[in-house]
Each structure stands twice: as C-alpha cells, then as structure tokens.
C-alpha cells in the first residue's frame, strides 16, 4: 500500500486506501517512478485510475494507443506492459520528453513506444488519416480536452475507447463550493468538455470517480 495520498484525489482517504489494496504492488521500475513522481512532484495517473485503465486495454484487445500527455513516461509503459500494444505518446515539455525517453530505455519499450514531442493541439491535428487507434488517453493541460477532441474523434477507431483523465479535477467540476478562482476557466472548460461528450452522440459516456475522475466513452 502506497503511504501518501495524492491532493486532488477526490475519494475517502479509507476508500483510497482500501482500493490500492486491493491491487498488485508497484515494483521495480514502476515503483521507482511513483517514487520519483513524488518526490519531483510530477503529476501522473493515480494507481487505481491507471490499473482501472489496464483492465480496459486487456478488454478491448488494444493493439494502438494514442496518449496525449507523457510526462515521465509513466502510464505509457503500463499501458504498452499490459496489452502488448503500441504507443503513440505526446509530450509538450522538452525536460519531461528527456525522462520519458529514458524510462523507455530502461523499461525496454523503446519498440514500442514513440515519443512525438510538441504541443499535442497541433501534433494530433497534424497526423493525417483517421481511425488509427483503438484507443485515445487524453492526460494533458486540461483545459485543452476540448480542443483535442476533434482530432481524437477523427483519429478514435469507430467501437474504439476515449479515456479522459482528471475531468472532476478535486470535485472542482462537480461542485462550485469547490472552485479555487485562479482555476475557474478550467473549471469551465472542464465542465463544456463534458457536456459536449453527454450531448455526442457518437460517443457513449461513463464518468467515474476515481482518481480525479475518468470520463470512459466509445465510439459508436
Ligand atoms: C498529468 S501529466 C501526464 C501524466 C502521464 N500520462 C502519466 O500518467 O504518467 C500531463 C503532462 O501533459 C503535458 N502537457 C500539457 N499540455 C500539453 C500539450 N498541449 N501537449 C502535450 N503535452 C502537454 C505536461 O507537460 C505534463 O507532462
């Protein structure tokens, strides 16, 4: 069991405890990156939201990832780790795409994941083609979700899966009693994002709590 508990995990600290419990221990290089995350304070998936995403990737037989926000590298070497797939990762932050690139290393994924470095708003509106990927992980500045979306609805295979991390964002979104106002625009936006996704209807959305909030939605 991890001894710290992230801030803007929105559950019970007994909930969250119980929850990481109830799942396999990090190690190894794993370990070593929460740790270094931590101590850094380098924001990644929290452990219940990443493994929820793994169980996904082994459901839907995942063999393409595009994932917008690397930081260190983290959630992509679980995700290639637990489904065998490849992974496309985007990451806006020279220092981070550094690390990343050495984790890989390290990880011995370097076949299987490719670091594109950029600003994924014009990253993933310069990839041509569509239906590309089985599925989109979208983990970047949150107030840009939105304007990921059409590109992801683009490059999203049709049956395929939409994982956006962090959309309650420390139960900002859900409750105005919440709101800090130096973060109320990406509150806002935040709140569009999901009203758009409950309106599409190309996608089919399940918003859970866990973590900072995962909104789970496919492509009809
Ligand atoms: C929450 S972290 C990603 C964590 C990672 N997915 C994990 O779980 O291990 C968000 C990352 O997105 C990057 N980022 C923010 N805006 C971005 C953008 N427009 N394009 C690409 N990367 C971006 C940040 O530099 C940061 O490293």
């Given at each position: 069991m991890k001894a710290w508990i992230e801030e803007d995990n929105i559950n019970y600290e007994y909930i969250i405890r119980y929850l990481r419990d109830t799942i396999p221990s990090p190690e190894g290089l794993i370990l070593e990156m929460e740790e270094y995350a931590k101590k850094h304070e380098v924001p990644i998936s929290q452990p219940e939201s990443i493994r929820f995403v793994e169980v996904l990737l082994k459901i839907a037989g995942a063999k393409k990832i595009l994932e917008l926000g690397t930081a260190i590298g983290y959630s992509a070497i679980r995700m290639t780790r637990a489904s065998g797939a490849d992974v496309v990762t985007v990451e806006i932050s020279e220092e981070m795409a550094k690390i990343a690139t050495e984790n890989f290393r390290k990880a011995e994924c370097t076949d299987k994941i490719t670091l594109l470095i950029g600003d994924a708003r014009e990253v993933v509106s310069d990839m041509e083609g569509e239906e590309l990927f089985d599925v989109i992980f979208v983990d970047a500045a949150k107030g840009q979700y939105m304007e990921f979306f059409p590109h992801c609805e683009r490059l999203l295979k049709k049956g395929g899966m939409l994982i956006s991390?962090?959309?309650?964002?420390?139960?900002?979104?859900?409750?105005?009693?919440?709101?800090?106002?130096?973060?109320?625009?990406?509150?806002?936006?935040?709140?569009?994002?999901?009203?758009?996704?409950?309106?599409?209807?190309?996608?089919?959305?399940?918003?859970?709590?866990?973590?900072d909030g995962v909104a789970l939605s496919f492509k009809e």
């Amino acid at each position: 069991m991890k001894a710290w508990i992230e801030e803007d995990n929105i559950n019970y600290e007994y909930i969250i405890r119980y929850l990481r419990d109830t799942i396999p221990s990090p190690e190894g290089l794993i370990l070593e990156m929460e740790e270094y995350a931590k101590k850094h304070e380098v924001p990644i998936s929290q452990p219940e939201s990443i493994r929820f995403v793994e169980v996904l990737l082994k459901i839907a037989g995942a063999k393409k990832i595009l994932e917008l926000g690397t930081a260190i590298g983290y959630s992509a070497i679980r995700m290639t780790r637990a489904s065998g797939a490849d992974v496309v990762t985007v990451e806006i932050s020279e220092e981070m795409a550094k690390i990343a690139t050495e984790n890989f290393r390290k990880a011995e994924c370097t076949d299987k994941i490719t670091l594109l470095i950029g600003d994924a708003r014009e990253v993933v509106s310069d990839m041509e083609g569509e239906e590309l990927f089985d599925v989109i992980f979208v983990d970047a500045a949150k107030g840009q979700y939105m304007e990921f979306f059409p590109h992801c609805e683009r490059l999203l295979k049709k049956g395929g899966m939409l994982i956006s991390d962090n959309v309650l964002y420390k139960g900002m979104t859900a409750n105005d009693e919440l709101v800090v106002r130096r973060k109320i625009t990406i509150v806002r936006r935040l709140r569009n994002y999901l009203e758009m996704l409950k309106n599409n209807e190309q996608f089919s959305t399940a918003l859970l709590p866990i973590g900072d909030g995962v909104a789970l939605s496919f492509k009809e």
